[in-house]
């Protein structure tokens, strides 16, 4: 087993066509035992199908023991058909792992708007649910992908007294990423004994820090999810607050903050790894706005890309232009060197205490060459 | 005298060096009688400080002869200087013209962050002001333009009894275009008699449908400025209300519409003319919330620029995340062939009975080029 991941864990990735460049698109997780979940889904008006059916089965069920996940297919805008066919491929995936179909939680991305092949899923199941282990977690990594360059995973490891607990983390997204749960997948899993309020509260304080401050294009998407499973274990004191809570929420927001920094080094087409960092503001709220307003400004990205010193009128008027009050007489920015494939950029506003970081990408030709060919 | 003209304006062009081109880059248009003025400025927190002079200009005085403006430089993020420099220009062509200082309005374009060239400006002002004509309006429409690769005109005339009234505008914009007052400058000049208030609630009212409908990239500027002159050399009945202001109204709008959709078509690398349009909304706010989000999405605009039928799923994550409360059951999508250079996509909200239709255009390689190389 490989030594980042947490007890009880496996995984598979399998190729079932539902990609046409028949790359690996369909991936299973499994506890091997039950496990509270955590999980938070886009606020996009429009939700997929997969989104519906977590949400039902994490409202009516306690413990989960499996995910399956596909990419190619986001099976989003797929009215009752696409519900009835998510919950077809988990009481599926249920049937071959012996398991109850509302201990089996489903996740899409890709495409929104097409029907799920179903055929092509069923008949690739039997040996998704075949080829299970831990190594294995390596292909439902990839399996995951759709426009990401590369697989990303994250994982820390601490004591708690003698017990040593993991909380390993992958993840998917590199473009339709905007805040508010960035356009993404991102499913965790921690041996951690803990209880269902904290793994609640723990995983929304690290969501706030790091999915919820990137951006690559300011796009939410209709099938953003990230899941954290908690099977309990590493046999460790139940987390229930105090201290170890603090512990488990550090570990947990560093997992999360590394994945979320990964999604903005793959972005699509990237050039530059940007970091916008707003201070003197009268509220977090505040400082995010404005951050998330420079970040997402197609001027600004695409100065950044170009390494123009001319970024400094577009950070003014994206600033100017997030909605909080702002004077011009109060406003300092200051950047690092544009040249570098690392961007700082500090804007302060000089109007209270508060800061906020948010992380992105430039805007180059590769973006619009592949949003504009990605079909 | 050009047709087209209202009675008693005239204009000129020159070239001062303001921009690294040496192309037009100062303009002057000029009342031969006293014109009362309706504007609208940006609503960005950042102002430019020509915007701040006219606000104190407007205030405090009834008639204006003139608007000085430049591209180049936006005079913005300028400080106590860009104010003064600003003001000092004003208060040249007052002199040149034989005016007060509050009756020469002024305006700018261009890069933000850096002081105005004054002295290439001081020296370029006799031959503006020696040039004036009603013909010289044309080349004072070239230089306002920035990324613009043709200047915008539009004009409407029509009767008012036994008087023919005229509107005339030229507009400058292709980037930086966002609602609330799309970004780019607009002068329009009339020699109706209208009242005051008239003047100002029909400019409200053209700006709505048409600047106020238009995104190239959702940046909002810090220089927008629609400026409205009125003469009275027509002579007809003063428009108070009633019909008459009705007549005015619409030929304004016509004219303001005209205006707005050249923008979009002149947009920075567009290939496509795009109108979105949103209808069963619950009202009028919440039918351009959603237009607004399917026209600024990168997602949506990269897909227009491939004409690529995922598209579809394009605008609904985007309607989706525009914070309008949609039902997926009741969301209806229709599009016009995308191979096509003018593409209309329809959105059916299921909601209400309120509409509203925005126009844009898609995000291309050419985009990022041009914003990238812009300094």
Do not use: H
Request: glycine share 8%; net charge positive.
């Amino acid at each position: 087993m490989k030594p980042s991941l947490p007890l009880g864990f496996q995984g598979n990735g399998v190729a079932a066509g539902i990609k046409r460049s028949l790359r690996l698109d369909l991936a299973l997780f499994y506890s091997q035992a039950p496990a509270k979940v955590a999980a938070l889904f886009t606020s996009n008006a429009i939700k997929a199908a997969p989104l519906k059916v977590c949400k039902e089965y994490l409202a009516r069920n306690k413990y989960f023991r499996a995910l399956v996940a596909n990419s190619g297919n986001a099976n989003c805008f797929t009215g009752k058909v696409g519900l009835a066919d998510a919950k077809q491929i988990g009481l599926w995936v249920a049937r071959g792992l012996g398991l109850k179909k509302e201990e089996v939680l489903v996740a899409s991305t890709g495409i929104i708007g097409r029907r799920m092949p179903l055929a092509k899923v069923k008949s690739a199941l039997p040996q998704l649910v075949a080829g299970l282990s831990a190594k294995g977690i390596a292909s439902a990594k990839k399996a995951i992908m759709t426009t990401d360059t590369r697989g990303k995973e994250a994982y820390f490891k601490f004591k708690l007294g003698n017990k040593t607990v993991t909380i390993y983390g992958v993840a998917k997204g590199s473009g339709m990423i905007g805040p508010k749960v960035a356009t993404m997948l991102c499913f965790i899993f921690t041996d951690a004994n803990i209880s269902r309020r904290a793994l609640k509260s723990a995983l929304k304080a690290a969501a706030d820090k790091s999915f919820n401050c990137i951006t690559v294009d300011g796009c939410m998407s209709t099938n953003d999810t990230v899941m954290l499973f908690a099977n309990g274990l590493a046999k460790n004191d139940l987390i229930e607050g105090g201290r170890n809570l603090d512990l488990f929420r550090q570990a947990l927001s560093r997992v999360c903050l590394v994945l979320a920094q990964m999604i903005i080094r793959d972005a699509e087409g990237a050039s530059k790894f940007i970091t916008v960092k707003v201070s003197g503001a009268r509220n977090i709220r505040e400082a995010k706005r404005v951050a998330l307003g420079i970040a997402d400004s197609n001027l600004f990205k695409t100065a950044m890309f170009a390494s123009s010193p001319n970024v400094l009128g577009r950070i003014v008027a994206a600033a100017g232009a997030s909605g909080v009050g702002l004077d011009e007489d109060k406003l300092k920015i200051a950047f690092s060197p544009l040249a570098k494939k690392e961007v700082e950029v500090k804007v302060a506003l000089g109007r209270g205490r508060a800061e906020a970081i948010v992380y992105t990408s430039d805007l180059t030709y590769k973006y619009v060459k592949i949003n504009a060919e990605y079909n």
